[in-house]
């Protein structure tokens, strides 16, 4: 952090750059209130929906299991993920105040990209999880035991940090000659490097490798585990059984897709400096849409939860 605070950023008038502009979006910035009371109740919605399934989960000892567990961290990177970029978004839309400290702007922006990275390994886990439990089944209280959960859990967390500390602070280190808008509604790596009138090819292919590793990893992973969980299913002998397994993959690889779909068109680019606006719109749909369906698509859906969120109910009416 300290690095960030010392690096002279000098304009070509020989001032520092002390802050960024964010653009936001200027077609419907007229939209403004509007545009606020969507975002601010799809915010909410999301938080809401994320906190409940963490604090049924602590809550219910029969939702203790390696799946519901590693469900509780995930629910708790995206309500950390979405409030990292959200509030500021509803500043823009209500207020109009688009500037953003230097600091401020690659604090958001390490967050943003760190609970990235870190989310898409842990769905990596999440797919190895649900692979040992429907294929391995006799094996799998032995392997996912709570130790080994912990082990994962501390291995996305560190290996994300790893990796894009580096990559930010990278970033951070480059010129800034002017202008200092960012055409996004947040701090992003690929707008900042755009901004900059360093050399920044390097950065670009560090980008566009750590990208690729990143997500390639977590859906070569996550395809090799669905694809097993798939050929499991089908030799499956009740029809009922496979109908309902078919359904709750499916629910969760439309997620996946909208996921990897709009990072990989975000990130796994070469050039940085093309489609920067259509990024804003794909960025949407992780920063927004998936937040939203993550409640319902991976476990509101669930018998198990339904019936722990009711009997928790019951609990609170009859403590009134």
């Known amino acids: 952090m300290m690095l960030w605070k010392e690096m002279p950023l000098e304009m070509g008038n020989g001032t520092t750059v002390q802050e960024f502009t964010l653009e936001g979006f200027p077609a419907i910035q007229h939209l403004g209130k509007v545009l606020f009371l969507v975002h601010l109740l799809a915010y909410l919605a999301s938080i809401t929906g994320n906190a409940v399934i963490v604090t049924i989960i602590c809550a219910d000892s029969r939702l203790q299991t390696p799946m519901y567990f590693f469900l509780s961290i995930f629910s708790f990177f ?18 109009g105040q688009q500037t953003i400290s230097f600091l401020a702007c690659f604090i958001q922006a390490f967050v943003f990209v760190y ?5 898409f390994f842990l769905i990596a886990v999440m797919s190895v999880d649900r692979y040992m439990a429907i294929c391995k089944p006799l094996h799998y209280p032995t392997i996912m ?18 990796l894009i500390t580096s990559l930010v602070v990278k970033v951070s280190q480059l010129s800034f000659c002017g202008p200092h808008v960012i055409p996004h509604f947040f701090c992003d790596l690929g707008a900042l490097i755009h901004l900059s009138c360093s050399d920044t090819r390097s950065v670009e292919m560090l980008v566009f490798v750590l990208a690729l590793l990143i997500l390639l990893t977590s859906l070569i992973i996550t395809v090799i585990a669905y694809s097993n969980i798939v ?21 969760h690889l439309i997620v996946l897709s909208m996921i990897y ?3 990989v068109f975000i990130y796994v680019k070469p050039k940085q400096r093309n489609k920067l606006d259509s990024n804003r719109e794909a960025a949407l749909v992780n920063t927004v849409v998936t937040p939203l369906l993550n409640p319902v698509i991976y476990t509101l859906r669930n018998k198990q939860v339904h019936q722990a969120l009711r009997e928790t109910m019951c609990r609170m009416k009859i403590s009134r």
């Open 145 to 162: 035991n709570l130790k080994t959960c912990f082990l994962l859990v501390t291995a996305c967390f560190t290996l994300a940090f790893t």
């Open 231 to 251: 050929v499991t299913i089908v030799r499956l002998p009740s029809a009922k059984e496979r109908q309902k397994a078919f359904s709750t993959c499916s629910s």
């Open 78 to 95: 995206e309500c950390c993920f979405i409030s990292a970029v959200i509030p500021k978004l509803l500043v823009i839309f209500l207020l």
């Open 115 to 119: 609970l990235g990275a870190a989310g």
């Open 261 to 263: 779909g709009s990072c």
